[in-house]
């Protein structure tokens, strides 16, 4: 069975700071990959989104990044971060027209 | 723009209590519509897609329905353990599969 596994779960960071989330897909090959973010109002919006290796689509300009090293592994980066980053991180791939969630990493810059 | 809205924003029912969730949208050519349940700290989880209008899906005490502008989570008896945000995403053609999402509908099923 597919299983998506994100980290960490919870960070504090310093604002200025680099952020790494790291999320990886088990079971699968090729898979689509996203990275949503949720803020205090409960929506998610989507960040970036990954057909393939090396593909990256962003959504949203912003301080982040995001990278797509291997098949089924989706890294969101960030050089400095803003207070403005605080929020709760979510990675996704998707299985037919399904998407489906990992846990999610909660992010505080302080 | 695809956009989607959920009403109510909170919704407080007593365990048996039937109750709906409406999820209206707009979309440039709906390929899917989705319905998670999120609870608190986790990520959310899937619970059904329905693909056209008049389409309806069930789930134990849950059962989903879709029209040409909305959608609507109907909980039948609802239990304690039912309490969640409902989040509810439309996903348009040929747009790589994203999610566009409502803001949920935060349930709480009181014994």
């Known amino acids: 069975s597919q299983t998506i596994h994100q980290w960490p779960a919870t960070l504090v960071q310093p604002v200025g700071s680099p952020l790494s989330l790291e999320c990886t897909v088990e079971g699968t090959s090729n898979p689509n990959l996203y990275w949503y973010r949720q803020a205090a109002g409960r929506g998610l919006q989507l960040l970036f989104y990954?057909?393939?290796?090396?593909?990256i689509s962003s959504e949203v300009p912003q301080n982040l990044s995001a990278s797509r090293p291997q098949d089924r592994q989706f890294i969101l980066s960030s050089k400095k971060l803003l207070l403005s980053d605080s929020g709760f991180y979510l990675c996704?791939?998707?299985?037919?027209?399904?998407?489906?969630f990992g846990e999610g990493s909660w992010l505080t810059v302080v | 723009e695809d956009q989607v809205t959920q009403s109510p924003e909170a919704l407080r029912l007593q365990e048996g209590e039937s109750s709906s969730l409406n999820c209206s949208y707009t979309?440039?050519?709906?390929?899917?519509l989705f319905w998670y349940r999120q609870d608190p700290g986790k990520g959310p989880e899937f619970l059904f897609t329905?693909?056209?209008a008049g389409e309806e899906k069930e789930k134990e005490r849950l059962k989903a329905t879709l029209t040409k502008k909305e959608s609507f989570l109907h909980i039948t008896a609802p239990k304690p353990e039912d309490s969640a945000t409902y989040l509810c995403a439309v996903q348009a053609h040929n747009q790589g599969g994203k999610l566009i999402f409502g803001q949920g509908t935060e349930l709480s099923v009181k014994p």
């Open positions: 979309v440039s050519g709906l390929r899917g």
């Open positions: 996704a791939w998707k299985r037919l027209d399904t998407i489906y």
């Open positions: 329905l693909y056209s």
């Open positions: 990954s057909v393939g290796i090396g593909q």
